[in-house]
């Protein structure tokens, strides 16, 4: 129930902030537009469209977290919330477009120069435009952090950006009206660069995020805390964890524990973990893998040492785990994590393999190479 209503209020904090977005810019767009075609002001008028940009926007946002509040279901077990992504994304590519379309008329009024005509009653409506423009940008933007919402954060930026474009066409103005230079084409030109530039940034952080990123180091770290906290567990590792959408996390992880546990002692420890994981990380843990550590005797303990020994030898590994000896099949296995910083892994596993079947070549050894996907 909490965490229902938790959700609900994150959609009605974006749908309230993209409104209020809706609203200014609208409002701006009018403006803008009749002074632009009051003063023969291109730049002027791209501001006023970028303005309708921004609105069409904060529509986007509105219908992405509508569509990505919607429950689970047969065909999405897992929810929608990464539409989330994709309106960002979408967002991500309009601001492209105003920073393209800028650039062509920009180009146009340079080939083709015309002089415009900028009263008082115009530089006023853009100097409010950009104080507006700057305290929109940084309200939504703040927000967008808050609620952890990119499409937010996106149209924050955006309208951040707006503010530099209406505070270049103010100078310019200020320019041309003291001293009868229009540089409003050229600067329009240059203005279009950056936005183009915003564009592309923030396109590349929203595919980044669709196709899967490093989760964040200290959630990790903190979740592997939790969990290696319940008294018994010597370790958790290979947490993997899969976004769904924002604030929404599934994931898996392995334990140590001892070999002397029982399946329920097993089954009440894993529902502790899931719980206290949920809990305290707002985290969903949907499996909980076992490692089972020798306790019945010293011998499997001194050739832990030495095996760890020599597998931490080797450059680029991280780390060891999962160990477990078997002297009566005479099998030994393990798991190693090689950094993804290393030119070849497969090299580093194969050499740690040679290394460990020469120390023990009566023996079997079962080591599977783990992936360096969280901290």
Not at 163 to 185: D, M, N, P, Q, R
Request: with cysteine; hydrophobic share 45%.
């Amino acid at each position: 129930m909490a965490k229902n209503k938790s959700k609900n209020s994150r959609q009605d904090v974006i749908v309230k902030t993209s409104v209020i977005g809706i609203l200014a810019n609208c409002f701006l767009a009018a403006f803008k537009a009749i002074t632009a075609l009051a003063s023969n002001s291109i730049s002027v008028l791209l501001d006023a469209v970028n303005n309708l940009s921004d609105a069409l926007s904060s529509v986007i946002t509105i219908v992405g977290t509508k569509l990505a509040g919607k429950p689970a279901d047969k065909k999405h077990p897992f929810g929608y919330g990464r539409i989330e992504y994709l309106s960002a994304m979408i967002i991500s590519v309009i601001i492209l477009y105003a920073g393209i379309t800028s650039i062509v008329e920009s180009i146009k009024k340079i080939i083709t120069p015309s002089n415009p005509n900028y009263s008082n009653i115009s530089l006023i409506i853009i100097t409010i435009a950009i104080l507006v423009k700057i305290l929109l940008g940084l309200y939504v933007k703040h927000t967008g952090k808050k609620v952890n919402s990119d499409s937010l954060s996106a149209s924050g930026q955006d309208a951040l950006m707006d503010s530099i474009i209406s505070a270049g066409t103010l100078v310019t103005a200020l320019i041309f009206k003291f001293t009868g230079l229009s540089l409003e084409s050229y600067l329009g030109l240059i203005i279009s660069c950056f936005i183009i530039k915003s564009g592309i940034e923030m396109l590349r952080k929203t595919l980044s995020e669709i196709l899967g990123e490093r989760v964040e180091s200290s959630l990790a770290k903190e979740i592997k805390k939790t969990v290696s906290s319940i008294p018994g567990i010597q370790g958790a590792y290979d947490l993997v964890l899969n976004n769904y959408g924002p604030d929404k996390f599934l994931a898996s992880i392995h334990i140590e524990v001892p070999d002397v546990w029982t399946a329920d002692k097993i089954d009440e420890v894993t529902r502790t973990i899931q719980t206290l994981v949920y809990k305290e990380h707002n985290v969903y843990i949907t499996a909980v893998g076992i490692y089972s550590v020798n306790t019945k005797n010293d011998e499997a303990r001194l050739v832990k040492e030495k095996i760890q020994r020599i597998v931490m030898s080797h450059e680029h590994v991280l780390q060891m785990h999962g160990f477990y000896f078997d002297k009566n099949a005479k099998l030994i296995s393990l798991d190693v994590v090689i950094d993804f910083a290393s030119k070849d892994r497969k090299a580093v596993y194969c050499s740690i393999y040679d290394n460990l079947q020469k120390e023990f070549p009566d023996y079997s050894i079962n080591m599977q190479m783990d992936d360096d996907i969280s901290d």
